[in-house]
T-cell receptor, first 116, second 115 residues
Framework: ETGVTQTPRHLVMGMTNKKSLKCEQHLGHNAMYWYKQSAKKPLELMFVYNFKEQTENNSVPSRFSPECPNSSHLFLHLHTLQPEDSALYLCASSQDKGEGRTDTQYFGPGTRLTVL | AQSVTQPDIHITVSEGASLELRCNYS??????LFWYVQSPGQGLQLLLK??????LVQGIKGFEAEFKRSQSSFNLRKPSVHWSDAAEYFCAVGAIYNQGGKLIFGQGTELSVKP
């Protein structure tokens, strides 16, 4: 595997379900991101992890719970979602160069989530 | 406020014609600038980026972009469009000394290519 991979690619869930999205990066990066892409809206940054520590939570509802067990893996745990949470969820990674500098973000293919 | 504006939501060009996609930004710090492309059902692929140096940058698939600081613009160009270029294009800006890796994205420009 190369680059950034995401599983599953498609997910349909009911509002009472609990599911998880997985992201894995094979680029040796130390920063990972979750984005939400809704139709006709700019990409919304949800969470940022640097060196496994969460450094950004962009006012995301608590029904979305991220987990970063190591620099290569990132999860997004989902529970009691709403239909308006249906979207493409994109994972990205980059190399944090320290001193506040960062490098290009590389994106995975995304998980298309539908909440019924 | 920090923002990226892509004025054209949808553009249609004929195959073989030239292309220019516009991007304007408002950003307080020295910017990093990016263009990404997204095919249907796919993630974002990096086309090119500007960090510093020559303001005309070359990217993949024959694309180029020019950074114009005085106009706060970073327009994407291609001299001859191919049918496979039909996709959605996103401009993004971040800080050279970044606040936690944040990128701000424009709303995207959808490109259609006529035969």
């Amino acid at each position: 595997e190369t680059g950034v991979t995401q599983t599953p690619r498609h997910l349909v869930m009911g509002m009472t379900n609990k599911k998880s999205l997985k992201c894995e990066q094979h680029l040796g990066h130390n920063a990972m991101y979750w984005y939400k892409q809704s139709a006709k809206k700019p990409l919304e940054l949800m969470f940022v992890y640097n060196f496994k520590e969460q450094t950004e939570n962009n006012s995301v509802p608590s029904r979305f719970s991220p987990e970063c067990p190591n620099s290569s893996h990132l999860f997004l745990h989902l529970h009691t979602l709403q239909p308006e949470d249906s979207a493409l969820y994109l994972c990205a990674s980059s190399q944090d160069k320290g001193e506040g500098r960062t490098d290009t973000q590389y994106f995975g293919p995304g998980t298309r989530l539908t909440v019924l | 406020a920090q923002s990226v504006t892509q004025p054209d939501i949808h553009i249609t060009v004929s195959e073989g014609a030239s292309l220019e996609l516009r991007c304007n930004y408002s950003y307080g710090a020295t910017p990093y600038l990016f263009w990404y492309v997204q095919s249907p059902g796919q993630g974002l692929q990096l086309l090119l980026k500007y960090f510093s140096g020559d303001t005309l940058v070359q990217g993949i698939k024959g694309f180029e972009a020019e950074f114009k600081r005085s106009q706060s613009s970073f327009n994407l160009r291609k001299p001859s469009v191919h049918w496979s270029d039909a996709a959605e294009y996103f401009c993004a800006v971040g800080a050279i000394y970044n606040q936690g890796g944040k990128l701000i994205f424009g709303q995207g420009t959808e490109l259609s290519v006529k035969p």
